[in-house]
Structure formats: C-alpha cells, structure tokens
C-alpha cells in the first residue's frame, strides 16, 4: 500500500512539473506567454538540426495531450492555468524548419500570441472539447498559422534557411 501511494505522488509530482513546465505556470501573470518564450529559447539553445528539433517537438506535443488531461484533474479546473506544455507545444510548432534568424522568431513569437489569443478558426471550436484535446487543440492550430504563415512569408520574400 505504501509503494502504490509513493507512485501516486511521484506521478501527481511528474505531470505538474511537467505540465506547468517546470513550474512557469505558476507565475501570476502571463504563464503562457512565458512558456512561448521557453519554447523560443529551446529552439535557440539546444537544437541545431531540423530533424531533432522536429523529433523534440512531435514527442512534446505527444505528451501534452495526457499531461493537460491529468493536470486538469490535479487542478480541479478546466483548462487551469497553470498548464501551459500546451502554449510551449504551440510555440515548438510556430518554429518548426523555419531559419534561425532573430526577424523570424521574433515573428514567430509574436504571431503564435496573436493566433493564440484571437482563437481562430477551428481553434475557437478546439478549445471547447474536454481535457487536453482541448487544452492542447487550439494552441496547435495556432502554432499551425504562425508557421504557415513565415513559410508563406519567407517564399515569398525568397528567403534562404
């Protein structure tokens, strides 16, 4: 009964710190925004290849989907705010095989707060369905936006990676 327990508090431990992304959903203001600004500096940081980065981000948004589930539950509140993987998932995709330069992600983190905030469609139709399709749906799509969007802009402007 004891190592079930231990578990269970392990787990509950696991998904917060991973769903409030090591805590920034803790802060009292602009959570979000912050956990975009995590995502841009993961990108900066740690990858220099398309392909990982693109590896990190299909298993970051493969596991934001549970954690905000469970993170909901832990929370008692729908789409509490404390859960912000969804917002650092969003962020990964605005950036995916975009060029590593400042115009760009400076871009990208304006346009994915943007995209996010105005709920665009289908993103406003996402974030009504329960647990994380919900918490998760409406920041991929706007992730979704901003990265076609600097692509578009990029093409058009000829822009080389």
């Keep these: ?29 602009l959570g979000g925004t912050f956990a975009s600004l995590a995502g841009v500096f993961t990108f900066i940081l740690f990858f220099k290849s398309n392909l990982s980065f693109f590896l990190f981000t299909l298993i970051t948004i ?22 912000v993987i969804d917002d650092f998932s969003g ?13 760009f992600i400076f871009l990208a ?7 996010d905030f105005l709920k665009i469609y289908p993103a406003n139709k996402l974030e009504k369905l329960k647990g994380g399709l919900g918490i998760v749906g409406d920041d991929l799509c706007a992730g979704i936006y901003t990265n076609i969007f600097l692509h578009v802009f990029k093409f058009i402007l000829k822009i080389s990676s």
Excluded at 69 to 82: L, Q, T, V
Excluded at 109 to 115: A, G, I, M, V
């Design 1 to 29: 009964m004891g190592k079930q327990k231990t578990y269970k508090n392990f787990l509950k431990v696991t998904v917060i710190l991973l769903s409030t992304l090591f805590g920034i959903g803790y802060l009292p203001i």
């Design 62 to 83: 493969f596991i934001s989907f549970p954690l905000s589930s469970w993170g909901e539950r832990i929370f008692e509140k729908k789409d509490a705010k404390e859960i």
């Design 91 to 103: 962020m990964l995709i605005s950036l995916l095989f975009l060029p590593k330069k400042g115009p």
């Design 109 to 115: 983190f304006l346009l994915f707060r943007l995209f």
